[in-house]
Each structure stands twice: as C-alpha cells, then as structure tokens.
C-alpha cells in the first residue's frame, strides 16, 4: 500500500530533551516536506526536501532541522524542544515539486507535546 | 499579502443541506487554489482545486466558486452526509511554486443526520 508513515504518533516530552519524529514513504517520491498544523493557523510548512540532499526551509523553521539522506525518509529533529514547538505535526510527499497533475500525500500526523 | 482567511471556523448542517465555506486572499499573484479535507487522526487530503481562468468546478457533490475580482473562493457540498464530517481547509499558491501553500485556518464542519 502507497502511504507516508510517521513515528512516532504521539510523544510527550521535556523543554530541551533532543528528539526526532521520523517520516518515510514508499512511493519514490522527490518531494518530501514537513508541516505543523495549530488551532485557527492551519498548516505551515516547516522544511521542504526537492530530493536527496537538497532541503530547503519554509514558513516557520526555527528550532527545527531537517535531513533528507535517502530518497524515502525525511527525519524531523528537534534538538531542543520548547513548549511553543508543542503542536501537530504532519509530513507530506509527493512526485516532485510542482503542482501540475502531482498530488501531495500526507501522514497521519504526530502529536507533540512539550511540557 | 501571504495570508488566506477562511470562515466560518465551525459549521452544523442538517443531512441535505448545502454548507458553504468561503475564503479570500490578498496576494493577486496566486493563481492555484485548493481545498482539502481532513477527517480526525488523518493527514489532509486534497479535494478539488481550481486555478482562476474558470469561475467554478464541479467534482461529484464538491463544487468551488471563484470569485478573481473579489478575490474569494468557496466550497459547496451538495446534498450534504454525516459522513462528509470533517476539517476543511483552503489555500492557495502560484502554480509555479514547489508546493509553497498559504493555507487558511480550517472550518469544522458537522453534518447532523
């Protein structure tokens, strides 16, 4: 089955205890990014990927880092988490870049909390 | 001049009826705009998208008006189900970006049977 997976789904943690939320698809995608979505702010991108190696930010990167070592996964870290980072975070992919007949599919989402 | 407002932030229709979200943009150089939906514990999932050289598509019961002057767009759900319960969200873009979305703030629409 084609699907985005992220793990872990649901993590509490403490201000400043490194953590990482893993992203991977099946599908060969080139494109891969990472979103947080908060009540009354829909979803704001994070950090976007164009293939291996290339990663690039978007909207609200701060605190965040990204890498893309193999076409599949797209890890999110966290080096030191605050609670302002508490938030749902969902990861994407899709074919490639474009928008043009290139849908873009998500995970199921990974809540966070950080006390 | 990056933002999308959307409203109602929440929705009640009875089965049948037809809601209506509505969202504007400011940024007249978008020119791609979709809708998702998003059901509890799932990632969102586009719907249906339009870009502004037609004023209105239809896909199945899902239909998007838009309005280039004005600067809005809207989604109506014909004949609508409980089973179309859910978080709407609308964004826009420029075609020719890397999925750079400006998303609204979503609606919670409940479809009372």
């Known amino acids: 089955e084609a699907q985005v997976t992220q793990n872990p789904r649901y993590l509490i943690t403490v201000t400043g205890k490194k953590l990482t939320v893993t992203c991977s698809q099946n599908?060969?995608?080139?494109?891969m990014s990472w979103y947080r979505q908060d009540p009354g702010l829909g979803l704001r991108q994070i950090y976007y990927s164009m293939n291996v190696e290339v990663t690039d930010k978007g909207d609200v990167p701060e605190g965040y880092k990204v890498s893309r070592k193999e076409k599949r996964n797209f890890p999110l870290i966290l080096e030191s988490p605050s609670p302002n980072q508490t938030s749902l975070y969902f990861c994407?992919?899709?074919?490639?870049?474009?928008?043009?007949?290139?849908?873009?599919?998500f995970g199921p989402g990974t809540r966070l909390t950080v006390l | 001049q990056q933002q999308v407002k959307q409203s109602p932030q929440s929705l009640i229709v009875q089965k049948g009826g037809i809601p209506i979200i509505n969202c504007a943009y400011e940024n007249t150089a978008f020119d791609y705009f979709p809708w998702y939906q998003q059901f509890p514990g799932k990632g969102p999932a586009l719907l249906i998208a339009?870009?502004?050289d037609v004023s209105e598509k239809k896909e199945g019961r899902f239909t998007i008006s838009f309005n280039k002057s004005a600067k809005q767009f809207s989604l109506h759900i014909m004949d609508s189900q409980p089973g179309d319960s859910a978080t709407y969200f609308c964004a826009a873009s420029k075609w020719n970006s890397n999925y750079q979305l400006i998303w609204g703030a979503g609606t919670k629409l409940i479809i009372k049977p």
């Open positions: 599908m060969n995608h080139e494109y």
């Open positions: 994407a992919s899709s074919l490639f870049g474009g928008l043009m007949n290139n849908e873009q599919f």
């Open positions: 339009i870009r502004p």
